[in-house]
């Protein structure tokens, strides 16, 4: 299974990816975390991994990149990224970083000032996550940028499922109106996890969703704003996360 992890920028999208991969992991689950945040540099750590390296460079970085889709698109072709279909462990190891079940691949990052646009980046993760196989065993997460870039490069065409998460702010509910249309155009199971809900704010962000598309409803940690703050490897059991994951789980059957 292949579960997308979206929502508006400092929503907590991170953080709920970390916390799944982990709980998915200690359920048994062969756990393949993709990073498609080019300017998040802390979901690593949030894994207690290194920051593998860019996976970009598998195709010979960005311009190479662009220049092959700029010359498939002059031919009329279709652009091929991989020779063959991969499993998880097919994966060349130096683009993925692996801890026992765990394993971490990021898509690639901004490193430097001028550098152009993440476009390729998008549209090289929509053809990895079409590419890569999964068995009953193995379960693939998203972690992707702010906003709704993904839709526009069709990255979610490779995932089975799409989760919102929606943080305590009128743009969040709004974003999540536009998701919700988005996401029944291309055909995707879409559901939200309401993130630092609580009192009034709970009520309200309860009110604005389908209450049977709402898999959790996430408090305020400390635990895991300590932990965020520090650069740390999550170490919380947390009850909703482990709802989601055995909703997670349910659907791999």
Known sequence: MKVLICGKGGSGK???????????????????VIDNDESNFGLHRQLGMELPADFLNFMGGKKVLIGKMRESFQKGEKSQFFEHRWNIT????????????????????IHEVGEGCACPMGILAKHLLKNIDTSENDFVIV???????????????????LLMVIDPSYESIRLSEKVSELADIAGKELYFILNRAEG?????????????????????????FRAGLLG??????????????????KQQQ
């Open 14 to 32: 991170s953080t709920l990816t970390a916390l799944i991969a982990q709980s998915m992991v200690a359920k048994g689950f062969n756990v393949l």
């Open 90 to 109: 097919d994966i060349p190891d130096e683009f993925v970083i692996r801890k026992g079940n765990l394993n971490l691949m990021a898509v690639g990052k």
């Open 143 to 161: 972690d992707t940028e702010a906003g709704i870039e993904h839709f526009g490069r069709g990255v979610e065409e490779g995932c089975d499922m």
């Open 200 to 224: 009034d704010s709970k009520e309200i962000m309860c009110s604005k969703v389908p209450e049977n598309r709402v898999l959790a409803t996430i408090p305020i940690l400390e635990s895991l």
């Open 232 to 249: 740390t490897e999550f170490q919380t059991n947390i009850l909703e996360i482990e709802t989601i994951s055995e909703f997670l789980e």
